[in-house]
């Protein structure tokens, strides 16, 4: 069974920073692309930032300069800094991770159960 579990959430004043954490586990081949999610209060769930075909990275118009994803392989650890916070990035954060489990010849989409990230002004 994969697992996708967040951690580093928590209560910061704007203009603060924040390091999320995501590690997957289980019987794991393969991690194939793999993402940070956040949903605001009444909200649909938006793409933040992601690593993509290649190692390439891509973020929302509204994490550019101020986010960083990065990941590390070897432990299945993905990361996201945020500095500058801002009220509006007041969500909870998701990890989300395409995962071929061993054994396996194709991903399947997994889901972490989020981590709770609130900016006061």
């Known amino acids: 069974q994969v697992q996708l579990v967040e951690s580093g959430g928590g209560l910061v004043q704007a203009g603060g920073s924040l390091r999320l954490s995501c590690v997957a586990s289980g019987f794991i081949s393969r991690i194939n692309v793999m993402g940070w999610y956040r949903q605001a209060p009444g909200k649909q769930r938006e793409l933040v930032a992601s690593?993509?075909?290649?190692?390439?990275?891509t973020y929302a118009d509204s994490a550019k300069g101020r986010f960083t994803i990065s990941r590390d392989n070897a432990k299945n650890r993905m990361y996201l800094e945020m500095n500058s916070l801002k009220p509006e990035d007041t969500a909870v954060y998701y990890c989300?991770?395409?995962?071929?489990?061993?054994?396996?010849?194709?991903?399947?989409?997994?889901w972490g159960q989020g981590t709770q990230v609130t900016v006061s002004s």
């Open positions: 690593f993509i075909s290649g190692g390439s990275t």
């Open positions: 989300n991770a395409n995962i071929m489990s061993r054994g396996s010849s194709y991903g399947n989409d997994y």
